[in-house]
């Protein structure tokens, strides 16, 4: 009887064929088209489509896409498009491998808008800007947004997915609620003898938003801390349209993938800004960014018309990620086939954003400002509890930890604006919230 093992040998050319399907089903084809009418010069946009980051002895790929739509002046656009990014990545500790990466994007993204708003206002600068901004890797796209912008979603399988949210005052009772109860107002433009016209503001500064980068003149309530939502495709893909108020007020949607539908994404953006033009003319600047998310080798010129599903299916489909699903999934026999959402949270609570459970806090260094990224000094350290509603909760070595300056910065979010008083009142208590 033979000794022989009964594994049997699988050739060269079949390892290569499943190595290169892998490939192909976690790399999508990502391409884009965006289109533009300027009425004021302040809408701007970075499209970056082949970012690289080193992972282990390879290297991994993703997209940038980002829209900002700039008031009183342009320059917090110009500023936050040239650095919003690189504040983001800078949130991010170098040694990760991709799942790792993906999951410390929420919390890099808030650190990033932070940083962008906080470095921008100290350049004495006026102007604000909306920020919608979207990273994709692999089939994982994450989205985090300030202002009215707005980014959504329609997978291959069928429905509509808002993957940002309005921080217009007019439609958001729980950022009216916040801003309220930390000692702002909100309220509509006063002409004299009683009269209100025009939409919501946020007094001081009369902003009808209640998130924005910039702004500096409007008070610290106006607050830069992004919604952030983040989802895994099918490997069916799907299209994103990301668009300024300028579309949003005169289209819905529906009506806004309705109408390029099946049109490759320089035709689709194109045609979503005619639209718009059409039915409310050119009040403000009206941009648009199509992104097709597509298996590789499908034709990139067109997405399918969507499925029709049936009752109850969207439910389904557009699901969170259980927490006891397997990691150990054969790729090469099983593929998703639904859309999971992965996170989601819009607090604008810096100590509810930065705070991570473990493991994914051991990913971030604690040793340093998670804002600003700042190595800090013995006795420097402040924690992000400090000052809690619930003050029971916090320990000396409870981090993340903020710099003196960013904490703050989170203070004069909060309502709770730091006097002369205050700030020697938290130095002389650094020892008891500190790490160090």
């Known amino acids: 009887m033979s000794t022989r093992s009964k594994h049997h040998t699988v050739p060269l050319s079949v390892l290569l064929k499943r190595e290169l399907e892998n490939e192909r089903i976690e790399r999508p084809e990502i391409v884009h088209g965006q289109a533009s009418q300027s009425k004021k010069g302040e809408d701007f946009t970075l499209l970056k489509t082949e970012c690289q ?24 656009a110009i500023y936050s498009k040239e650095n919003l990014l690189n504040n ?6 170098s040694d990760l491998n991709r799942d790792e990466w993906v999951a410390a994007l929420p919390r890099a993204l808030v650190a990033g808008f932070v940083k962008t708003d906080k470095d921008f206002q100290e350049q004495a600068q006026r102007s604000g800007t909306t920020a919608t901004f979207v990273i994709i890797e692999g089939w994982v796209i994450t989205v985090a947004s300030v202002g009215d912008s707005r980014c959504i979603l329609e997978p291959a399988e069928g429905g509509i997915y808002y993957l940002s949210a309005d921080h ?16 702002g107002e ?11 016209i025009g939409p919501l503001r946020c007094w001081p500064g009369g902003l ?13 309530f106006v607050v830069p801390v992004p919604y952030v939502k983040q989802v895994k495709l099918s490997t069916a893909g799907g299209r994103l349209i990301i668009s300024s108020d300028g579309v949003w007020d005169a289209l819905t949607a529906e009506t806004a993938f309705d109408c390029c539908r099946e049109m490759p994404v320089d035709a689709a953006a ?3 800004v005619k639209e718009a033009l059409q039915a409310k003319g050119l009040r403000d600047d009206t941009t648009c960014i199509v992104i097709d998310i597509l298996p590789q080798e499908k034709p990139a010129s067109l997405l399918p018309a969507p ?38 949270e819009g607090s604008a609570m810096l100590s509810e954003r930065l705070d991570t459970k473990y493991p994914l806090c051991n990913m971030f260094r604690l040793f340093t400002c998670a ?5 800090m000094k013995p006795g420097e350290g402040v924690s992000i509890h400090y000052g809690s509603s619930n003050p029971g909760r916090m320990r000396p070595w409870d981090g993340p930890f903020l710099c003196l300056s960013c904490q703050e910065k989170k203070e004069a979010m909060e309502g709770k604006r730091l006097s002369g008083d205050i700030i020697v009142e938290v130095t002389s208590h650094l020892s008891a919230i500190s790490i160090f």
């Open 307 to 344: 499925k029709k599903l049936g009752k109850g299916v969207f439910k389904s489909m557009f699901r969170r990620k259980s927490s006891e699903s397997s990691s150990h999934v054969d790729k090469e026999y099983i593929e998703p086939d639904v859309m999971e959402e992965l996170f989601e």
């Open 168 to 183: 217009r005052l007019d439609c958001n009772e729980e950022e009216r609620e916040r801003i309220t109860s930390s000692g």
């Open 53 to 76: 980051r080193v992972v282990g002895d390879g290297i991994s790929t993703y997209s940038v896409f980002g829209l900002f739509d700039g008031h009183n002046g342009s320059a917090a």
């Open 270 to 272: 194109a045609q979503i």
């Open 208 to 220: 009808c938003l209640s998130r924005s980068i910039g702004d500096m003149d409007v008070g610290e």
């Open 371 to 375: 804002v600003c990224q700042v190595e």
């Open 88 to 93: 983001v990545l800078g949130a991010i500790p």
């Open 186 to 196: 909100v309220g509509r433009l006063n002409t004299g003898g009683g009269a209100e």
